[in-house]
């Protein structure tokens, strides 16, 4: 059994660690025996979404992300077309912020990959911070960091989760979105190695598409539990 | 009217200094805030008094021990020099510097000002004092949620270079993004003009030209971003450098060459402290000092509290070295490369607003390669000690242990069976541990 990981970019977007979800992903894979093939993709190559199961988007600088967002215009129609047939998408930071129909910087309107049906203002506050969210699609909470400017109206996706510390996208109690195997969130840099559930959803996800079921042994979690409830216990208190 | 206010705001900053320090604090910061409500002009009033010139240093890494080599080679002159050692560096720590400096009735007797200053923060000073000249060690990346990215930190220093009026900039050549500064402005540049260190993978800043977007070329490279760089859509480049090192010797030291002229032969290691010497060496010689024991002075120079920072624990070297962001991580566990005995480690992270709360960033330090430096045990602490240990987890290490920082534990880690002991700490780690190494360590 094999997952194919196409990390999108990294030579653009690689703000804030982003290379730990990849490890993630690799290393839970591995540990069950599952073989796991990185392919990282610059800016100019053309990606391969037939071999892929799990396509990463991390978050980059503005002038970075622009030129992100444009590629991702020029491919769009294949990435919608992977994402709509149920196709595997993180993306964290800027990443979400460039699959929505479009995002606003201080200066100027940045037409988006159009894969998510949302918008995405700019406010000069920014939200920046440890944050805390309660997720029905895993059952338990997502811990991570929120650094952004933009102010996210998702429509009618289902959001992530619900904020229990933090702002959240557009700061109104709501993070991130859910739309088929799509995942989209502010929460940046390396969001999975400390939210090993999440992980293994999009694993799992991945590997039901390819092989129709997932059944994924359960691996030695203690650090990565042990960090996820630090985070909890510590902000949640607060 | 105004001589009253003066004394008084110097007094009350001179009483909390000392309070604070009785108290055991090391930097200083509400001093000055309190110094500067009693009279805002009391920087301005100090500054004027210094007969000669005023020196910043601004830059990521590498501030503070540029500062005090310069402070250094300015007191070995026998000049008298406001100096802000232990590198309290936002505006009123400036301001409780000069205040430390100044009698009571608010004069100061100074021929030089050699001042530490945040990126964020010049843009302030400049409003109080004259800058006459800056010295930029480097601009990485560094605490997202206090200083956003890279291209921010640049707006704020231009802010201040456009404020500031006539200034020379003494920058660092080999960084594509320190070098921006010198366009169009009077600039000296220092570099590395030699090929000497292995390829370190690493998040590599400033990977686009700031003139025209393209992408930045390397004939060689050192760290981080810096090299013999070259823009692949323009013409910017790596300038002429005015003050270079050559004839490196990394064995177990420090030596090399400036310009050709002046051998230094150093005890204190880190490939990074070239930069940090030639800095300060650049702004002396601009400041139109000479002196013939340059290598002597340097050498005397005692690097600052966690600069690689030697304590002996039960009869084991035990050295503590401030880290802060990948850049300098990168550097101190290439420093552990370049030490071939075996060690126990110790990282430790903290989250304070000082430190940034964000610490995702211990993702983009390269901490595989100490799987490659003989580590024989390795501990995780700081309040993310979870996250750091899960890092380690992800860098090969099986065995992390999440430890508190007490005598205790320093002893049992010292006590290891490396060879020698580091302990790779961030800035609110930093104090702590020293004063614990300085209660635990052997005496005469």
């Known amino acids: ?238 | 009217m105004k001589k009253l206010r003066i004394i008084l705001a110097t007094l009350a900053g001179k009483l909390l200094i000392f309070a604070g320090r009785v108290a055991g604090k090391k930097g200083s910061y509400t001093p000055g805030v309190i110094a500067m409500k009693i009279y805002p002009d009391i920087l301005k009033h100090l500054s004027r008094q210094v007969r000669e010139e005023i020196v910043f240093v601004c830059g990521t890494n590498g501030k503070t021990t540029t500062n005090n080599l310069l402070c250094s080679l300015l007191e070995a002159s026998g000049k008298k020099v406001v100096c802000n050692k232990v590198g309290a560096n936002m505006l009123a720590g400036v301001a409780c510097s000069f205040i430390e400096s100044a009698s009571v009735f608010g004069n100061l007797d100074a021929d030089y000002a050699s001042i530490e200053c945040d990126e964020a923060s010049l843009r302030h000073a400049v409003k109080h004092m004259r800058a006459d000249k800056v010295v930029i060690t480097n601009l990485f990346r560094d605490q997202l949620d206090r200083y956003g990215e890279i291209e921010d930190t640049i707006g704020l220093l231009n802010e201040a270079f456009d404020k500031v009026g006539d200034t020379t900039l003494i920058l660092n050549g080999d960084d594509p993004m320190s070098a921006t500064f010198g366009i169009g402005r009077n600039a000296v540049y220092y570099g590395i003009n030699e090929n000497c260190s292995e390829d370190v993978k690493e998040t590599n800043e400033g990977r686009f030209c700031t003139v025209c977007g393209a992408d930045i070329k390397y004939n060689y490279y050192h760290y981080s971003q810096l090299g013999d760089w070259y823009c692949s859509g323009c013409d910017f480049k790596r300038p002429y450098i005015d003050y270079s090192a050559d004839n490196i010797d990394l064995d177990g030291k420090l030596a090399f060459d400036i310009n050709g002229e002046v051998r230094l032969d150093l005890n204190y290691r880190g490939f990074y402290n070239i930069y940090n010497v030639l800095a300060a060496y650049a702004a002396y010689d601009m400041l139109g000092l000479k002196s013939d024991n340059i290598n002597k002075v340097l050498g005397a120079y005692k690097p600052q509290i966690g600069r690689m920072e030697p304590f002996m624990v039960g009869g084991k070297l035990t050295v503590l070295n401030l880290a802060k962001n990948p850049a300098g991580f990168n550097q101190a566990i290439a420093t552990l490369a370049a030490d071939k005995r075996t060690k126990d480690v110790l990282i430790a992270i903290n989250d304070c607003p000082s430190d940034g709360m964000d610490i995702s960033w211990l993702w983009d330090v390269d901490f595989e390669k100490l799987g490659e430096v003989g580590v024989k045990s390795i501990y995780a602490s700081g309040e993310r000690k979870h996250d750091t240990a899960l890092r380690l987890k992800y860098a090969g290490f099986e065995n992390v242990e999440t430890v508190d920082i007490t005598a205790d534990t320093l002893r049992r880690i010292a006590g290891g069976n490396g060879e020698v002991c580091y302990l790779l700490v961030n800035y609110t780690v930093l104090f702590a541990t020293q004063n614990i190494l300085k209660t635990i360590s052997d005496k005469g």
Do not use: W
């Open chain 1, 1 to 238: 059994m094999k997952i194919t990981i196409a990390h999108l970019y990294p030579d653009m977007l690689n703000l804030y660690g982003d290379s730990g979800n990849i490890a993630t992903l690799k290393h839970r894979l591995v540990s069950r025996g599952i073989d796991a093939e990185i392919k990282t993709y610059v800016i100019e190559d053309d990606i391969d979404f037939e071999n892929t199961d799990i396509v990463f988007i991390g978050g980059g600088g503005e002038r970075e992300q622009l030129t992100v967002c444009n590629r991702l215009k020029e491919i769009s129609s294949d990435l919608k077309a992977y994402a709509e047939n149920g196709g595997v998408i993180l993306a964290v930071c800027g990443g979400f912020e460039v699959l929505g129909k479009y995002y606003k910087t201080a200066s100027a309107t940045v037409e988006g990959a159009g894969v998510l049906d949302i918008t995405t203002d700019y406010c000069d506050k920014k939200f920046v911070g440890n944050a805390v969210i309660e997720s029905d699609l895993i059952g338990t909470t997502i811990v991570g960091f929120e650094n952004h400017s933009g102010r996210v109206d998702i429509g009618t996706h289902t959001p992530l989760g619900k904020v229990l510390c933090g702002f959240g996208h557009n700061g109104k109690g709501a993070e991130g979105v859910v739309y088929k195997n799509v995942i989209a969130t502010y929460l940046h840099g390396p969001l999975l190695p400390k939210n090993p559930v999440l992980a293994d959803y999009i694993l799992s996800k991945a590997i039901e598409k390819r092989y129709g079921t997932a059944d994924l042994a359960p691996i030695d979690d203690t650090l990565e539990i042990a960090a996820h409830d630090y985070a909890v216990g510590r902000f949640l208190s607060k």
